[in-house]
């Protein structure tokens, strides 16, 4: 039977982790795969997670099975961290998932139960993760333009001239912040004109918030994806917390659903759970209860807050420092964009080629279509990448 098999693509991300631990080269420096390091190139634990899984270990009496949605508080906690107020908790339908990818895969599935002839407009470029899961679930997929690759910023008009030829019931994925791969978001005002542009085109809205906290502040992060919310009947949400929370490995995140009356309500719900169930029974717990202890914890949930603010001004050091490099290095101010762009990635805009010859000269390593990882930069590292990057005629 096995033989029978196809290869199936590398994923371009996690081929550069196996493709930087080979690399013996000691100068080395990797903004590959989106995960946060310190100082030192570690990626910690962060002090409120320490401390609540030292609650749980103490206090927890059982690892029975919580429910197919997974704990109700982790929802509630969640929806509250993401959503605010702004939306009545009986128009919520939530499960719990492996991370963020899991809630895009089971946001995928519902939409196929709800509308499987629906189109998933996809912004180009995309985290490589949408088109993949996508095509694997057989359903039909379109692009919308997004990246302006001259200014590195947002094509505006592009994205209009295509957003305008989406027909109603089709399904538009937009990034909830801190765009990936790019860096470029929208700006408030420009948010609003795609909300009323969709809506009078009568598509959905799923929205993938993946680091909030990442880019201008936790609240401010939510805020997009709190007024696409407001502005729908219906929208999909997939929100991680591996990034805000540094629990990568633990697979936590959530699917949320808002809904126009309490009766779609229920039934999204119901659908959600039996997704869960026919894809891996119950969703992990210990990291949503990780997640839950901080959030609902106020001493916790200030001290996460504390460092999460720590990590998301470092980021923005090291964006304004290799800027400034940069501008010191090529006496212009082409590469000022680094500083305007938020959250981990930064979409450099060269050719494959370019970014080959900056791991093999140098020792740096980013994903082909030259997105990097700010997060993996330190004071350190920014000069080398500047000097590498100008070295090698980007
Ligand atoms: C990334 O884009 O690097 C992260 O979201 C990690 C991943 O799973 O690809």
Redesign the pocket.
Known sequence: MFANLTAQPA?K??ALVAAFRADPRETKVDL????YKDASGNTPVMRAVKEAERRIHADQTTKAYTGLAGDPAFADAMIDLVLGDTIARDKIAAVATPGG?GAIRQGLELIKLAAPDATIWLSAPT?P?HPSIVKYLGMNMAEYRYFDSATRGVDFDGMLADLARVPAGDVVLLHGCCH??TGANLTAAQLEKVIALIKSQGAVPFIDI?YQGFGDGLTEDAQATRTVAQSFDNVLIAASC?KNFGVYRERTGILMGVCKTADETALAQQNMAFLNRQNYSFPPDHGARVVTTILTDPALRADWEAELEEVRRGMLDLRQMLADELRRLTNSDRFDFLADHRGMFSRLGTTPDLVEKLRADHGIYMVSDSRM?IAGLNKTSVPILAKAIVDAGI
């Not at 590959?32 to 995960?35: H, L, S």
């Open positions: 994923d991300i996690l590959g795969v989106g995960v990818t985290w993760n990936n791969p993946a591996s990882n």
